[in-house]
């Protein structure tokens, strides 16, 4: 199976801020990357797939970049309703596997 | 619009069964591969099982394989899972998602679309 690591495991960010979450993949998954952002109570939420292309309807200070095993998810600048759980998840292979989450809290 | 809605969660002791379904409408059931993927209290996302949109295959993870079973009714446009040997480490929000494709591509798989979630908990 395909281990995905997210770094920081949370964050402390104020608006307006530039924010940017790391993911691991424990083998070269190309661009088979995506992102999701989660908020409590509340289900995922598709941001970016394909490591790079922004879902429909996405505010575009969100941008992911990466392929192979090293992966970024940006926020430009930050705003109160991003404060969330983010996950990335690789489409490589099954298992379909997450990362542990990135929580962005209010600073 | 597309709408998935889960049911069949509750209170159940371990070593009981039961039976979760997710509804889906404003899109071609048919023709989407579905997904479980579950949430335990307080912890990250974990997917569970899949299924192809015809039904003709089906994988699950390691931690569920040989006790669920991935199920779709195309005629009722209905994802199923059938949970067996309940375990307290089953216990989780279990949300039904679509797999979503790009159009374009069609290489780029994701979970476009997801439920609101049902809530197991497994307790005696």
């Known amino acids: 199976d395909i281990q995905m690591t997210q770094s920081p495991s949370s964050l402390s960010a104020s608006v307006g801020d530039r924010v940017t979450i790391t993911c691991r993949a424990s083998?070269?998954?190309?661009?088979?990357l995506n992102w999701y952002q989660q908020k409590p109570g509340k289900a995922p939420k598709l941001l970016i797939y394909g490591a790079s292309s922004l879902q429909s309807g996405v505010p575009s200070r969100f941008s992911g970049s990466g392929s192979g095993t090293g992966f970024t998810l940006t926020i430009s600048s930050l705003q109160r309703e991003d404060f969330a759980t983010y996950y990335c998840?690789?489409?490589?292979?099954?298992?379909?596997?997450f990362g542990q989450g990135t929580k962005v809290e209010i600073k | 619009q597309v709408q998935l809605v889960e049911s069949g969660g509750g209170v159940v002791q371990p070593g009981r069964s039961l039976r979760l379904s997710c509804a889906a409408s404003?899109?071609?059931?048919?023709?989407?591969?579905m997904h479980w993927v579950r949430q335990a209290p307080g912890k990250g996302l974990e997917w569970v099982a899949v299924v192809w949109f015809d039904g003709s295959n089906k994988y699950y993870a390691d931690s569920v394989k040989g006790r669920f079973t991935i199920s779709r009714d195309n005629s009722k446009n209905t994802l199923y899972l059938q949970i067996n040997s309940l375990r307290a480490e089953d216990t989780a929000v279990y949300y039904c998602?679509?797999?979503?494709?790009?159009?374009?591509?069609?290489?780029?798989?994701?979970?476009?679309?997801w439920g609101q979630g049902t809530l197991v908990s497994v307790s005696s």
């Open positions: 998840q690789q489409s490589y292979s099954t298992p379909r596997t």
């Open positions: 998602a679509r797999d979503g494709y790009d159009i374009l591509t069609t290489s780029y798989h994701y979970f476009d679309y």
């Open positions: 083998q070269s998954i190309s661009s088979y």
């Open positions: 404003g899109f071609t059931f048919r023709t989407y591969g």
